[in-house]
């Protein structure tokens, strides 16, 4: 294992000889003229006439699938053509019309049997079909584990993907529909990330297995994301705010017009559902107990006050523990705390103190500490792979990889932040707002980045956006290398924007993965800030860091990157809309 890395320089080369779908997003801009031509015929209800010329047959997939003209024109804006050829071509007779939204759905099904099949016959059992490569190291085992629980969770999403649109328009939902198929492609990358240190050829050969449904994901994404631009391009969407129905809403003991006392931390407390105390002044002394006696996919807001105290445990918040809030007497007063890592034998995803699987959660006033130290290397905080989750005046405290914001759309909000390696990481949509980002003191050698993102898809609506923070050393950094961030993956997108930069800041800005350079896919940018180590005259000379204009920038805000005006305003937690 290197120094302070996820991957090594093998990954990193595979990675790049994978740039050869850069040439495939090229193809897409042209393709998307036929689609929006399949979609005038779809809405006019005229027919696209099937080409069975010889042009079209020499076109169609490696297999030779005769396939029609829609067909055609969805597959041409994907990544994988070919996989879209076969598994859309097999189910869609020659010649046969169908609308772009009836082949995404199709897509999403052919996605959803993949996944289902590999979970099924690679994943069932104590070992699977890897019980000759897993042996008895517990590392590999647990990554193992973790894999059957991610591919349950992709199966969850393209589920729920399947199911919402059955009474609406596929386009009113899709802001959702890219948030979910985004996390469904995070799940099975996650997977594959796991076992990245795992003994033998085992990532080699779950990467094999899950080929298949991960291009069909892909697939999936690309095909909704096109149809909802060309129609955008056409202006035949009638665009509404998606209507969320019982998602964040106020306890059931306030009402309507009284929201406004959840600004009310003493109200809060008083009226909380369930309380939570070492000394056993509340009804539970452990926060993992108290979540046993919440309600499964409630409607209604669960609040659990959290005394001041410190709690040595690892919690974890399942993924139908619905709009779940926490609140603590203060984030250096209510502490959880762990020191799960790697080193001592546990992947990077099971590391964290405190997971939330479950929608709709918010933490207010506490702290999440990960005490493993430096040496341990990747040790999480808190780990979120929740949709809608916000964090309000929380501590996150560690070395490398503190905060994992893993998938879906997250808020953070006058939060201090302290780490040292990669110490704000994942692949969601996160904004993080008006708060304080702490370098520390690394183990000697190693340098401090910031972030890394984790974008594998050109089509994902995820990257890391900082906005009105500031940027200071934790520690004497005099000697140490401090940089925004470095790309952990082909499509990283990192956003810093209206903030306060130390000195600690290298000049250069950002580091790269190995080597010398970064792809030139990934989306880095810079916007507004201020301070000693904002000045951009130093820094490399990626064809991916960009200078961007107020434009841009504002679709990196709560409003466009998150649409959290639908959903941050019910939780009371003060936030800045855009620019």
């Known amino acids: 294992m290197s120094t302070y890395g996820k991957l090594d320089e093998s990954e990193q080369e595979r990675l790049v000889a994978r740039q050869k779908t850069r040439r495939r997003i090229a193809v897409m801009s042209l393709s998307a003229v036929v689609l929006v031509g399949v979609v005038v015929a779809a809405v006019l209800g005229t027919s696209l006439a099937h080409n069975n010329d010889k042009d079209d047959k020499n076109n169609s997939s490696s297999n030779n699938v005769d396939i029609s003209a829609s067909v055609k024109a969805v597959c041409d804006v994907t990544l994988y053509k ?22 995404f759905k199709l897509s999403l ?10 979970a099924d016959k690679y994943f069932s059992g104590e070992k699977g079909a890897f019980k000759d490569l897993i042996g008895d190291d517990n590392r590999t085992m647990e990554a193992f584990r973790n894999c059957k629980e991610l591919l349950g969770l992709a199966i969850d999403h393209l589920n729920v993907s399947l199911s919402s649109g059955q009474n609406s328009s596929v386009l009113d939902l899709f802001e959702d529909l890219q948030t979910w198929l985004s996390a469904t492609g995070t799940y099975q990358q996650t997977c594959i990330d796991g ?8 990532k080699n050969r779950i990467s094999s297995y899950l080929k298949n449904s991960t291009e069909f994901t892909s697939n999936s994404l690309a095909i909704i994301t096109w149809i909802q631009q060309a129609t955008s391009t056409l202006n035949l969407r009638r665009r509404r705010l998606l209507t969320l129905p019982n998602n964040n809403e106020a306890p059931a003991w306030l009402h309507q017009k009284d929201r406004k006392l959840l600004a009310s931390d003493k109200d809060l407390k008083k009226r909380a ?3 939570v105390a070492k000394d056993g002044s509340g009804k539970y002394r452990t ?5 046993k006696h919440v309600p499964e996919e409630s409607k209604k807001r669960t609040v659990i006050y959290v005394k001041k105290g410190f709690y040595y445990e690892n919690v974890r918040v399942e993924k139908k523990k619905w709009n779940v809030m ?35 959660f918010m933490a207010r006033d506490i702290g999440f500490r990960n005490t493993a130290g430096p040496q341990k290397h990747q040790a999480v905080a808190l780990m979120t792979s929740a949709d809608q989750a916000v964090y309000y005046r929380c501590l996150f405290d560690a070395f490398q ?8 759309r997250q808020f953070y909000r006058e939060c201090n932040i302290f780490g040292t390696v990669d110490f704000i990481f994942g692949n969601s949509a996160v904004v993080i707002q008006n708060s304080n980002i702490f370098p520390k003191v690394p183990m000697l050698g190693q340098k401090n980045t910031i972030t890394a993102q984790g974008k594998v898809d050109p089509n994902m609506n995820t990257g890391i956006s900082i906005q009105n923070c500031r940027i200071s050393p934790f520690g004497n950094l005099s000697s140490v290398q401090t940089y925004l961030g470095r790309p952990w993956k082909n499509y990283s997108t990192t956003v810093f924007m209206q903030s306060s930069m130390g000195d600690l800041i290298d000049p250069s800005g950002w580091l790269p993965w190995v080597g010398d350079s970064a792809p030139d896919t990934i989306f880095y940018a810079e916007f507004q800030n201020f301070g000693p180590g904002a000045s951009t005259k130093g820094r490399v000379k990626w064809k991916g860091l960009r200078t961007i204009s107020a434009k841009q920038a504002n679709r990196f805000t709560v409003k466009a990157f998150l649409q959290g005006d639908r959903w941050i305003p019910a939780t009371s937690t003060p936030y800045k809309s855009s620019l």
Not at 109 to 118: G, K, M, P
Not at 287 to 291: F, G
Not at 338 to 355: C, E, I, Q, R, Y
Not at 401 to 408: E, I, K, N
């Open 82 to 103: 070919d996989a879209c050829y076969a598994s859309l071509g097999r189910v869609v007779q020659p010649g046969q019309v169908m609308k772009p939204e009836d082949l």
């Open 109 to 118: 099904q052919v996605a959803l049997d993949e996944v289902s099949n590999a």
């Open 195 to 202: 076992l990245e240190e795992a003994k033998g050829s085992i």
């Open 273 to 275: 559902d369930i309380v």
């Open 287 to 291: 926060i993992s107990e108290a979540l």
């Open 326 to 360: 926490m609140i603590g007497d203060g984030m250096t007063r209510t502490i959880v705390s762990g020191s799960l890592n790697f080193v001592d034998g546990t992947p990077t995803f099971s590391s964290a103190t405190f997971a939330v699987f479950g929608k709709n």
């Open 401 to 408: 990889d503190t905060l994992y914001a893993h998938s879906h």
